[in-house]
Nanobody, 119 residues
Framework: QVQLVESGGGLVQAGGSLRLSCAAS????????MGWYRQAPGKQRELVAGFLAGGGTNYADSVKGRFTISRDNAKNTLYLQMNSLKPDDTAVYYCNALRLSQSARNDYWGQGTQVTVSS
């Protein structure tokens, strides 16, 4: 069973930075795609940034130029560098990994890490 463990969340003032990490229990090379999602109170979960199945990266318009997704395959870890944070970035951030086969689609989620940005 795949396990994803996020860390790095916390309380930061507007304009500050945080780096989130997502450690996987196995090789992240085996995943077709990986990404970061977030969910604010009363809102739907939304994609923040991701490595696409076909290659390349994708960012939500609201974080372009401020957030950067990266990965370290040797450490089986996904990162999200968040700069110039805004109060609207406050949410629980989740790591996601997708594995596709001929007969199945498997989505794996971490437990989430809280990010709170104060004004």
């Amino acid at each position: 069973q795949v396990q994803l463990v996020e860390s790095g969340g916390g309380l930061v003032q507007a304009g500050g930075s945080l780096r989130l990490s997502c450690a996987a229990s196995g090789s992240i090379i085996s995943f077709n795609a990986m990404g970061w999602y977030r969910q604010a109170p009363g809102k739907q979960r939304e994609l923040v940034a991701g490595f696409l199945a076909g290659g390349g990266t994708n960012y939500a318009d609201s974080v372009k130029g401020r957030f950067t997704i990266s990965r370290d395959n040797a450490k089986n870890t996904l990162y999200l560098q968040m700069n110039s944070l805004k109060p609207d970035d406050t949410a629980v951030y989740y790591c996601n990994a997708l594995r596709l086969s001929q007969s199945a689609r498997n989505d794996y989620w971490g437990q989430g890490t809280q990010v709170t940005v104060s004004s």
